[in-house]
């Protein structure tokens, strides 16, 4: 009974090639459950569940460090030095940059860096964004300088009067909207969540009046120092749309999915979903229309911290080509105390903000293509879920000990039985899969100068 369905034509025209090495996790699982379960046997009854869901741990397991690591992404970094992990990474097993030969030359991971989150402070030290601004006969208050990052939404707390020093009622304040007026000032406009607030009348500010108050998240969390900010003017917005139309399709060029979006009739948590030519798509129905176009901000969602941004923007010590024949080193005679060895390469180096879900690199990678070889769970897709052939006695091993181990009253001694065929198992998988062949070793020690008699 033979287990090639097809004819040797056939298998060619399919152009799949290699898949007779591989069986189907839902194979074993079938093949399992026909072989080890059953009247006469140690499992006498199994659900299928329970089985499917001990292949899937194993095959995740031998995943890691058991089969061979072949997936792998190749991305041209640009300038932002940055590149997203793969949706099914796990663990990475080699990064390294090509030349135009295509010979891989690899990055180094550092630790001396990282990305931290990046609060933003006050003059004083304070995680607060404290403002000062001037009432205004009407509704809006000039703020003393430019702030884009301000939102829609933001809680606005410690209403303080300056020319007299009292502190002013505006409890449930929240920001409606704001304005930037010629890259001079901000206005912004304030609600109670219902009704558009007038400084002078509603919380008893006079006209002229400078005051000082405190713009928070309505979440708790710290104001970040945003990574950047848009401004775009003559913007068209429409009632109940999810879509902002903008003047000229330059004008989102550097507007990204993911950024907060605020203005007039946007609501608080708006943010960017898709962008097509001059069409920038919301996730939030517009709630009002102006007759006049209007102004819109879009504010980077995370922050740059200044630690990335220094080691982004800094030659590393890699990039140090000094041969040292000077006069201050060349009487070492060759000597080099204190060098470490990690960074006695000039491939470059690298580090992974897992928060984010980003590859940081340094300066001197730009422009580099990059080759990432991970490791998955193979769990991802339904043609990912393939066992080596190699490995199939190591999964019925896996299985059995974790369907015995979970199970009451199984005598203590049956466990660690298939505990030690299952590690049997993998061993014997490892040994396998480790593809060594004596030719190619004999080539390798030659080179060594070994004399090899074979």
């Not at 920001?175 to 304030?190: A, C, K, R």
């Not at 060029?253 to 203005?263: A, C, E, F, P």
């Not at 393939?386 to 199970?407: D, G, L, P, W």
Request: glycine share 8%.
């Amino acid at each position: 009974m033979g287990l090639i369905n097809k004819t040797e034509q056939q298998y060619y025209n399919d152009g799949i090639f290699g898949n007779y090495q591989f069986v189907s996790l839902n194979d074993i699982i079938n093949q399992f459950i026909l072989v080890y379960t059953g009247e006469d046997k140690i499992i006498s009854k199994v659900s299928r569940v329970d089985v499917a869901f001990h292949a899937q741990r194993a095959l995740a397991e031998l995943s890691f460090d058991t089969f061979k690591s072949f997936k792998s992404q190749e991305v041209t970094v640009p300038s932002t030095l940055t590149m997203s992990l793969p949706q099914d990474y796990v663990n990475y097993t080699k990064l390294s940059w090509t030349d135009a030969a295509g010979i891989k030359h690899v990055l180094y991971p550092t630790g001396k860096t990282s990305n931290p989150t990046n609060p933003y402070q006050d003059a004083d030290g304070d995680f607060r964004l404290k403002i000062k601004g001037t009432i205004q006969a009407g509704s809006d208050i000039y703020l003393d300088g430019v702030y884009k990052n301000i939102k829609n939404g933001m809680v606005v707390d410690g209403l303080k009067n300056l020319n007299t020093g009292a502190a002013m009622s505006g409890a449930g304040l929240r920001v409606w909207y704001m304005t930037n007026v010629s890259d001079t000032y901000t206005n912004v406009y304030l609600w109670d969540g219902t009704t558009v607030i007038d400084p002078i009348n509603d919380l008893g500010f006079a006209a002229s009046d400078e005051i000082e108050f405190y713009f928070e998240n309505t979440d708790g969390s710290l104001v970040p120092q945003e990574e950047s900010s848009r401004r775009i003017d003559d913007c068209t917005i429409t009632l109940g749309e999810y879509k902002i139309a903008t003047p000229v399709a330059t004008d989102t060029d550097n507007i990204k999915i993911g950024m907060i979006v605020s203005g007039y009739g946007i609501p608080s948590g708006t943010s960017v979903t898709g962008i097509v030519g001059t069409t920038v798509y919301i996730n939030n129905a517009l709630t009002d229309t102006v007759s006049a176009t209007n102004q819109v901000f879009f504010v980077a969602a995370t922050s740059i911290s200044d630690t990335w941004s220094n080691y982004k923007s800094t030659t590393p010590s890699e990039n140090n080509n000094d041969d040292y024949e000077d006069d201050t080193y060349w009487p070492l005679d060759g000597e080099r105390y204190g060098l470490d060895p990690q960074h006695a390469q000039v491939n470059g180096s690298f580090y992974i903000d897992d928060a984010t879900g980003k590859i940081h690199f340094s300066s001197n990678i730009s422009g580099k293509t990059v080759v990432l070889d991970y490791i998955s769970d193979s769990l991802g897709t339904d043609d990912e879920m393939q066992v080596h052939k190699f490995a199939e006695e190591a999964m019925y091993k896996c299985i059995m000990h974790a369907v015995m181990s979970t199970r009451i009253n199984v005598p203590e001694y049956i466990v660690n039985r298939y505990k030690k065929e299952r590690f049997a198992a993998i061993r014997q998988t490892k040994h396998r899969l480790s593809n060594i062949k004596l030719e190619e070793l004999t080539q390798i020690l030659r080179g060594k100068s070994k004399q090899i008699k074979h």
